[in-house]
């Protein structure tokens, strides 16, 4: 008898957790987490966040293929229609040409993700986790949270200021800059379990298991001890059982169809396995990274007119010139198209560049002018050989430019982009000033599809009477 009563007991008790589990099973019960202690601003967030993106996208080789930053911006912004991202923070994502397995958020909105953690993860889920939780990290202001409890006297005072260096100038005069273990991305435990809770709140809202997300993160512990994981744990330490947490909070979500995986994830992973590796024989950079991939900076139909001294032509309107126009030379490129080097010399790998040559010789008056022509190019491929000696003349052709003699040689060198070789185009012309040229310089990547941009900007090219 006894052991019946407690069976019916032990029912009664079961039906009413069933009942708690049933009338929970909504959001109700889950916690909407706040950030914390902050002793910036919102807007500040912002600002730091946006200087500190344009150093990192200065060191790093970022990914500049379309179909990988257009891919990662979509996932961002799915999940950024997440009531739990927030509005306060303009989310943007860009991929690191790097093997190593890493991801980091910066205050106020800039995400980066290496493409080393774009191939360990399974599937779309599982990299829309990753993003989440830093999504996470930025809309609790973990960074500059951190950096306000770091109890630097000098920090108020600063960001009254606020002018001069900007602030991410002023905050490494602090010594909060973007090296190892600046406060700004050493995130703790507690803030790894809050970027965890809010994250899979924001996966799940967007339509992705949030499991996902810790199934990752168990797959990157698996590697630890390993080298190349070893910036992400540091940076975001186990808070321990994720998997359990997780599960414990999916249960209090209500129930969804979720979305694992993706077609075009798959393709993604494709192309970043194919991305060109960092090159081993042009050394590293300044901050110990590879030189950056080829942009993909593809001009616009829309053109420009630049008014040189003595001549004219037309450039695609999203490229930039460098130089004074007072002046005989002027550079014209898309802005990744000038690349910085280890010693932070500028170098151009993508774009052109017109200025006038004089040469050595004096032999000028002995030759008529298609000889000079010749002789005078010549002089000039050995100048630029002389500061580039890997460089390499190959075919050479005739045609007009304005109706002047031209001679066209094709050059072949190294690029400053990784893995890349370069192909240069010299054009040039004689002039009363000197030798007129111009060069057309790109990725042999990219050749092909600039090569008609080239042409129409030497078609376009007037020369003042
Ligand atoms: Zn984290």
């Not at 902050?38 to 967030?45: A, I, K, P």
């Not at 192309?271 to 590293?284: E, N």
Request: glycine share 8%.
């Amino acid at each position: 008898m006894q052991g019946t009563a407690y069976k019916r007991k032990a029912f009664l008790v079961l039906a009413a957790l069933t009942a708690i589990t049933v009338t929970a099973a909504g959001f109700a019960d889950l916690k909407d987490l706040k950030p914390g202690f902050n002793l910036f601003s919102s807007q500040q967030d912002i600002e730091l966040g946006r200087q500190a993106a344009a150093e990192v996208a200065q060191k790093q080789p970022i990914v500049h293929n379309s179909q990988v930053k257009n891919y990662l911006t979509s996932l961002v912004q799915r999940l950024a229609r997440s009531p739990h991202a927030g509005t306060e923070f303009p989310f943007s994502v860009q991929a690191i040409s790097d093997n190593n397995i890493n991801a980091f958020a910066l205050p106020g909105g800039p995400l980066f993700i290496y493409t080393g953690l774009i191939t360990l993860a399974d599937n779309e889920a599982q990299l829309a986790g990753v993003l989440a939780h830093e999504m996470s990290h930025i809309r609790l202001r973990h960074g500059t949270s951190q950096a306000s409890k770091a109890n630097l006297f000098q920090l108020p005072l600063m960001l009254a200021g606020g002018l001069g260096e900007g602030l991410i100038g002023q905050l490494t005069q602090l010594g909060i800059g973007l090296g190892t273990g600046s406060v700004l991305l050493k995130m703790s435990r507690t803030a790894e379990s809050q970027a965890d809770y809010n994250g899979a709140q924001i996966m799940a809202e967007a339509g992705y298991n949030p499991i996902e997300m810790a199934q990752l993160f168990e797959k990157l512990e698996a590697k630890e001890g390993q080298a190349q994981s070893a910036q992400f744990l540091s940076d975001h330490p186990n808070p321990g059982n994720r998997i359990k947490a997780v599960q414990e909070e999916i249960q209090q979500m209500p129930r969804r169809s979720y979305t694992t995986d993706t077609r075009q994830f798959a393709r993604i992973k494709d192309v970043v396995t194919h991305l060109p590796q960092p090159a081993q024989l042009r050394g590293q950079y300044n901050d110990g990274h590879a030189a950056p991939p080829a942009p993909n900076a593809r001009p616009s139909k829309q053109s420009k007119q630049y008014q040189g001294r003595a001549f004219t032509f037309d450039y695609p309107d999203n490229w930039q010139t460098f130089g004074d126009p007072q002046s005989a030379m002027v550079t014209i490129a898309p802005s990744d198209g000038i690349v910085r080097d280890r010693n932070g010399k500028l170098s151009i790998g993508y774009g052109a560049i017109v200025s006038y040559y004089f040469p050595q010789s004096d032999e000028i008056q002995l030759r008529r002018d298609t000889d000079k022509l010749r002789t005078d190019t010549d002089d000039l491929v050995r100048q630029m050989q002389q500061a580039n000696p890997e460089m390499r003349a190959g075919e050479l052709r005739s045609l007009k430019v304005n109706d002047y003699s031209a001679l066209v040689t094709t050059l072949n060198a190294s690029s400053p982009f990784q893995g890349e070789t370069e192909i240069d185009q010299l054009v040039t012309v004689l002039r009363p000033e000197g030798l007129w040229y111009l060069v057309f310089i790109s990725p042999q990547s990219e050749y092909r599809d600039i090569r008609p941009v080239f042409d129409q900007m030497l078609r376009s090219v007037r020369f003042s009477k």
